[in-house]
């Protein structure tokens, strides 16, 4: 039997994985409020509030500073880019149904990046591109909503 090792994840790129937890978190939430029987509008108006304030300006930097360090062709980055797209397109249409699929994209794109693209990015970075990476991005405080509907 062989054993998954946690994975080492650069300084410059822990808070992005910082921001990676949280959008777990999501997912979590809105699988929670669905099966909790909450309305789908309250889920929604979070979730969208959600995406304003930390998924879309967390998609910006690894779109502008981490994407580029591999090649736009590359398959991991053409993915990445499918995938930030499939989640904008579906913040604009949510329901039940959405919400629910939203949830495991979230969860499947957040694994993907955390296991697969971090790790190609953390072994062909320089050292510039990497201080730049802990430049741009600044461990903020996460701040919750308002409504707590998944309690």
Do not use: C
Request: a negative charge; aromatic letters at 10%; charged letters at 30%.
């Amino acid at each position: 039997m062989t054993s998954k090792k946690p994975l080492k994840r650069s300084n410059e790129l822990k808070p992005f994985s910082k921001d990676h937890h949280h959008g777990l978190l999501l997912g979590w939430k809105i699988r929670n409020g669905l099966k909790k029987g909450i309305a789908a509008e309250r889920i929604s108006a979070y979730t969208e509030w959600f995406f304003r304030n930390y998924l879309a300006p967390h998609f910006d930097l690894e779109e502008k500073y981490i994407f580029p360090i591999l090649d736009r062709q590359d398959e991991l980055i053409a993915k990445a880019y499918t995938d930030h797209a499939q989640i904008r397109s579906m913040i604009t249409e949510l329901n039940a149904e959405s919400l629910a699929e939203l949830a495991d994209l979230l969860e499947s794109h957040i694994r993907f990046e955390e296991r697969q693209l971090f790790g190609k990015i953390q072994e062909v970075a320089s050292e510039e591109q990497l201080a730049l990476l802990a430049q741009v991005h600044h461990d903020g405080a996460f701040v919750e909503h308002h409504d707590e509907f998944w309690k």
